[in-house]
């Protein structure tokens, strides 16, 4: 087992329902480095908040017990009550904390520190605990063991274990394995925009011609949680690259700043253009202009309106995304941008037709993975799609995508 002089638990949890499921998450940190030692996202039940994040800090000392004996501990978390309560200031009044504040103090170790940080500084622990509540991971991990192939960031950040020629453990990986072509494959982790007046009113929303609203706050707070969501990743990324088109440049200017990454532009990820379809709803549209609609839908090659058609945006969207290989090959970028385009990419990455946009759905604000690999001999790259249409839990749309 490695020394380690001093460590940090991070730890937090929650419930959806408060009561209702609930889950924890706990990360132990070498304090001088910063390497994970273990990490531990677990469900408990029925429970509530403060319930679900005492059992984060009892899992993370744990850690720190089996883990670095003997260590100095300091642990961060975001709930203010547990911090002030675990350092004294506050009391426990609520007969459902005070046996698991006792618990924690038991295994904490003589000199032990309780800070306070913000929500978007835990989101290590944070996202454990959703992971554990949507099915994705159970249990303690330890640094230097196999990982949870069931992991959701794990699944962004190894997109290259089977390329690697590493024997397949899942159905998944076996995919992959043999959509792959060698070496180090490019990744995109598209995030679609957050949601504005149109697109809550399902008004037409086109690209750099179109009215161009902004973000709601509604879209800002959903473009924050997949912010936060994706926040582990951010030493591996790149570059976050933005359509130029206002919604999507808002919402790639919050994801920049909470991953720390330079903020490109790729004109070629822009939405469709409407022409005059652009801010009308499909009803409007079609009291309008019921031949031109009728028209779009069964062609592939009729402009939107008098835009563009879905194959001139197929064009123009595979031309900026050979840019993007280009400049960042071998990398990991995040690609901020609209329905059409990451649909577009979608189908092109699974080599389906492109009529295959017109049988998926993408909500606001969800992530879409895809790797490109090179190809052996050189000419071109090979996609596979890693995840599609993932949801950060708390960011108001999971309720919605229940019901459909």
């Not at 984060?56 to 670095?68: F, Q, S, T």
């Amino acid at each position: 087992m490695t020394h380690h002089d001093s460590v940090v638990v991070e730890a937090d949890g929650g419930s959806r329902g408060n009561p209702g499921p609930a889950a924890y998450g706990a990360v132990l940190k070498d304090a001088t480095t910063g390497a994970v030692i273990a990490e531990d996202g677990t469900t408990i039940g029925r429970a509530t908040n403060n319930v679900a994040e005492y059992s984060g800090l009892i899992a993370g000392l744990r850690l720190a017990v089996e883990h670095a004996p003997g260590a100095t501990v300091e642990v961060r978390m975001d709930s203010k009550l547990v911090v002030e309560q675990m350092s004294g200031r506050w009391k426990i009044k609520h007969p459902d904390m005070q046996p698991l504040a006792a618990e924690a103090k038991q295994l904490a170790p003589a000199g032990t520190t309780y800070t306070w940080v913000p929500r978007a500084r835990n989101s290590h622990a944070d996202r454990l605990a959703n992971e554990a509540l949507d099915g994705l991971r159970s249990g303690v991990t330890v640094a230097g063991e196999e990982p949870d192939e069931d992991s959701l960031i794990e699944e962004i950040e190894s997109p290259d274990a089977a390329a690697a020629g590493d024997p397949p453990a899942s159905v998944q990986s076996q995919a992959r394995g043999w959509s792959a072509g060698t070496g180090a494959p490019t990744t995109l982790v598209l995030v679609r925009h957050g949601v504005t007046a149109h697109t809550k009113e399902k008004r037409f929303s086109g690209g750099l011609a179109s009215a161009n609203p902004g973000l709601s706050e509604e879209g800002r707070a959903q473009v924050r949680s997949t912010a936060d969501w994706l926040s582990p990743l951010a030493e591996r990324v790149d570059a976050v690259v933005a359509s130029p088109v206002r919604r999507t440049r808002e919402s790639a200017e919050i994801v920049a700043e909470v991953l720390g990454r330079p903020l490109q532009e790729e004109p070629g990820f822009a939405e469709m253009e409407f022409g005059s379809w652009d801010g009308l709803t499909f009803g409007e549209v079609a009291e309008r202009d019921k031949a031109g609609l009728d028209a779009w839908l069964g062609s592939l090659d009729v402009p939107a309106g008098g835009g563009e058609s879905f194959r001139a945006v197929e064009e123009r969207v595979l031309a900026g995304l050979d840019r993007v290989l280009d400049a960042h090959a071998g990398r990991t970028v995040v690609v901020v941008s609209h329905v059409t385009p990451i649909k577009t990419l979608v189908a092109h990455a699974v080599q389906a037709p492109l009529d295959a946009v017109f049988r998926m759905e993408l909500t606001p604000a969800s992530v879409t993975v895809l790797s490109f690999y090179p190809e052996p001999d050189g000419r071109g790259r090979r996609g596979s799609m890693r995840l599609y249409n993932a949801l950060p839990p708390g960011n108001g749309v999971v309720d919605e995508l229940g019901r459909w």
